[in-house]
């Protein structure tokens, strides 16, 4: 070895990360190669990153991995969330802080770094990414561009004015970009070790779910749970949802500012409450229901995104772990009369859940498909089941 050079020479950056404020951050390219503009947020979830990636509420985003391996159980075509593979929808860029090893897992069907590839994501490695988390923690979710060539050429000042000019998720509706295009059936069931996915059985009530970027695990659920489900674009009119003479309406998770796509949700979901269908919403849906009924929502510091967040469900008392994905929160004190707050976060006591007292609607901030994460929260879409079975005069499950 020659010790006048070779440990001292210094790895040229492939792959940048630059902050609205002027912040560059130098590592090494994986995944696709360009440039894009996103917010950057951080994921302490151990596992499940495909599922995070495929996301759709995370369209618009770069997502930063706290556990430092990811990508070395590979990747493979069942653990996606996005209805539309080919459509991308989901996670723009991603940051890891160790490279991506050879995959070592028996599920495995193609390497990591050719999966971001066909993706279109762009990946940055190599760095700290405990001090980009702390750095987020401290000041917020910034407004970044993430580039990746394998020469190493950037024309930083161009990045950082392409970073200062980005909007920002604020005012944006990407739920449209996000929806489905038409109206379509799901019928996989959930995932059985050693088995894989299977196919809806006997149905028992016909789920419309709103898809505003809807997770496949979702709808997995309601199939498992002997559902015929019938996914509908976001925009659609309650009158035509009504037609299809739905036992109960989802509404769905979701990229974007509730806000600006509560701008032609908010008519529709009033005409389908006023109708007294059973209505259930998760995340953005959650957001949505709250703006229907008269509550607002507020852009939050750093988000919550994670498969490992406390949250109290004050109609049972029991504090569950649960995931989370969502920059944007209900705020509580905006819920006027009528509205109960039924669950809470115990990290921050932040909104994560509302009911209409009286009415068959419900809703709540976190995942509780799990996907990845726990599965403490699986017992909401039982008590959807139920509040249909009562709508029905039927008898009603145990929840847990």
Known sequence: MDMTTSPWTK?????????????????QGVGATGQAQAEV??????TGYQEILTDPSYMGQIVTFTFPHIGNIGANDEDIEDLTPAARIGAVGAIFKADITEPSNYRSAVHFDQWLKARGI?????????????????NGMPNAVIAHDPDGNFDVDALKALAAEW?????????????????????????????GFSETGETVAHIVAIDYGVKRNILRLFSGLGCKVTVVPATMAAEDILAMAPDGVFLSNGPGDPAATGEYAVPI??????????????????QILALAVGGRTVKMHQGHHGANHPVKDHTTGKVEIVS???????????LPEGIEETHVSL???????LRLVGKPVFS???????????????????RFMNMISESKGLPVLAER
């Not at 989370?324 to 905006?334: T, W, Y």
């Not at 990290?347 to 859940?353: A, K, Q, V, W």
């Not at 709540?364 to 039982?382: I, T």
Request: glycine letters at 10%; proline letters at 5%; hydrophobic letters at 40%.
């Open 167 to 195: 909007s920002g998720l604020e005012d944006l509706d990407l739920a449209k970009e996000a929806t489905s295009g038409q109206s379509s059936q799901w019928t996989q069931a959930p995932w059985v070790w050693d088995k």
């Open 41 to 46: 947020c951080f994921n302490t979830a151990l």
């Open 122 to 138: 762009i990946g940055l490695s190599g760095i700290d990414t405990r001090a980009l988390t702390a750095w987020i923690r401290e």
């Open 11 to 27: 790895t040229k950056p492939t792959a940048v990360l630059v902050f609205a404020d002027g912040t560059v951050i130098e590592g």
């Open 347 to 353: 990290f921050d006591g932040s909104n994560c859940g």
């Open 324 to 334: 989370m994905n969502h920059g944007f929160a209900v705020d509580a004190k905006s």
């Open 364 to 382: 709540v901030q976190h995942h509780p498909e799990a996907s990845p994460g726990p599965q403490d929260s699986h017992y909401l879409f039982r």
């Open 269 to 286: 979901l009033r005409k389908l409450i006023d109708s007294g269908v059973p209505i259930f919403g998760i995340c953005l849906g959650h």
